[in-house]
């Protein structure tokens, strides 16, 4: 008699062990669910900081960049201001001297002639000499001028090319960022959808919102890509 109870109340026994069993493993893949969506929240608002640092890096780069393509401009501007006016000079020079040339050694004698005495003549004839020593002077002072636009236009070229390639790393590592981001939060609303018929569910899934939006203001707006 006591061998047919026990082998009654075994089944009945087993049968309450896997009803309980069942609602322990729901909610310890319910547990483990939860941790993975923390975790990848985590991950995600360590990639927000990231992104805006590389954010920051970029902007900062391209002020840099802005800033010698104004100075290239302003350079390039003075540079053909210099140039003109160094044409001019030439051409003022190369007037007067054909002038003085044609004119021959009448123009000293009409100075000797037209002079008071000997004093004024040489008073007239270092006036002659003051005015073309002028024009030498403004025309070596005019290259020397030219000669240092150009060497400043060299290191802004320098320098351009260098925030030029510090401004791509910058762009590229915002968007190796973003898709970092973008993978990670695919794989956060996959797990949400998995968790949809909980509440705790419900509850990541507007923790899933929330990150996005502060993604979107925070990074969106500043990188001009998503």
């Known amino acids: 008699m006591g061998g047919k109870k026990t082998v009654l109340i075994l089944p009945i026994l087993v049968v309450v062990l896997v009803l309980l069993g069942i609602p322990m493993a729901a909610g310890a893949a319910a547990l483990d669910k939860q941790e993975d969506i923390g975790q990848i ?40 201001k210099t140039k003109a006016k160094i044409e001019t000079l030439k051409k003022n020079l190369d007037k007067r001297a054909i002038h003085m040339y044609k004119a021959g050694p009448s123009s000293f004698l009409s100075v000797l002639v037209f002079s008071d ?53 910058a762009e590229s590592l915002r968007k190796e960022l973003y898709q970092q981001y973008s993978i990670k939060n695919t794989k956060l609303a996959q797990l949400n959808n998995g968790a949809a018929g909980s509440g705790d569910g419900r509850f990541a899934m507007a923790s899933t919102d929330d990150a996005s939006r502060t993604y979107v203001s925070r990074g969106q707006s500043r990188t001009g890509f998503v």
């Open 41 to 80: 929240q985590e991950e995600l608002a360590n990639n927000q900081v990231s992104l805006d640092k590389a954010t920051l890096f970029y902007q900062q780069s391209l002020a840099e960049v802005m800033l010698i393509d104004d100075k290239i401009r302003k350079n390039e501007a003075e540079l053909d």
């Open 117 to 169: 005495d000997f004093t004024d003549f040489l008073s007239r004839a270092r006036l002659l000499s003051y005015v073309l020593y002028c024009d030498y002077d403004m025309i070596s002072k005019s290259k020397e001028l030219r000669a240092s636009l150009d060497k400043q236009g060299r290191e802004l070229a320098v320098s351009r090319t260098k925030y030029a390639r510090q401004l791509a790393t």
